[in-house]
C-alpha cells in the first residue's frame, strides 16, 4: 500500500547536497508507489516555538502562531512517514529544521496525554566533516520519546559545495532507501 511521506528539507541552498540526497530519495520512494512532499523549510515562514502550551485547541490551527507551518500540519498527520532532511551546521540539524521540528509539538497537544502521532522517520544528512554523532543520538531517541520507528539514515560526509555528492554512494542508498519504501 502507498504510504504518505513528507520530507523536512532544513537545508538552505535549494540545490545542494541535502537536497541531492533527497531527491535521490524522493525519486526512489515514488517509484515505489509512495506520495512523497517535501518542504524546504529555509524559503518558508517558520517561526520558533514560542512554548506557549496553547496549541492543540484547534484541529484546523493546531498552533497558536499562523505562519508557513499551517501548510505542513495536514500533510505530517496523514504521513506515515517523516523524512528529517539537514545540513550538518555547529554538529547538529540546521536551525530551519529544528524550529519546524518543534513546532509539531501543537500536533501532540491535540491529544490528551501529549501522545505525538506514530511515524516512521528516515534521517538524511550532509556535511563538511563527518561528525553526525550529535544529531544521530538525538534521532536515535525519537523512537523512545515520542514513539517514532526509523527506517534509516543517510550520512553523507566530505561534501562542501554543491554537487558534491555526485559521486558519493549516500547518493544511490538514499536512493534504495525511499525505494524500499512500501
Not at 534521517?123 to 563538511?128: F, K, N, Q, V
Not at 562542501?160 to 525511499?178: C, F, I, M, N, R
Request: proline letters at 3%; charged letters at 25%; one cysteine or more.
Amino acid at each position: 500500500m502507498a504510504k504518505n511521506i513528507i520530507i523536512l528539507n532544513g537545508s538552505p541552498r535549494k540545490n545542494g547536497n541535502t537536497s541531492a540526497l533527497t531527491a535521490a530519495f524522493k525519486k526512489g520512494a515514488q517509484e515505489a508507489g509512495n506520495k512523497v512532499t517535501e518542504f524546504h523549510l529555509a524559503q518558508m515562514k517558520i517561526n520558533g516555538c514560542i512554548g506557549c502550551w496553547r496549541g492543540g485547541k484547534d484541529a484546523d490551527h493546531p498552533c497558536s502562531q499562523r505562519d508557513d507551518m499551517e501548510k505542513i500540519y495536514p500533510l505530517y498527520k496523514e504521513a506515515d512517514v517523516v523524512v528529517l532532511a539537514s545540513p550538518l551546521y555547529y554538529w547538529f540539524i540546521s536551525g530551519f529544521l529544528k524550529n519546524a521540528f518543534d513546532r509539531l509539538f501543537a500536533i501532540a497537544e491535540c491529544d490528551e496525554n501529549y501522545r505525538n502521532p506514530k511515524k516512521a522517520s528516515v534521517l538524511i544528512m550532509a556535511a563538511e566533516g563527518a561528525g553526525f554523532e550529535e544529531s544521530e543520538h538525538w534521532y536515535d531517541h525519537l523512537e523512545k520519546h515520542i514513539g517514532w520507528k526509523s527506517l534509516g539514515k543517510i550520512l553523507c560526509g566530505h561534501v562542501t559545495q554543491p554537487g558534491d555528492t555526485k559521486d558519493k554512494q549516500e547518493v544511490s542508498e538514499a536512493y534504495e532507501l525511499g525505494k524500499s519504501i512500501k
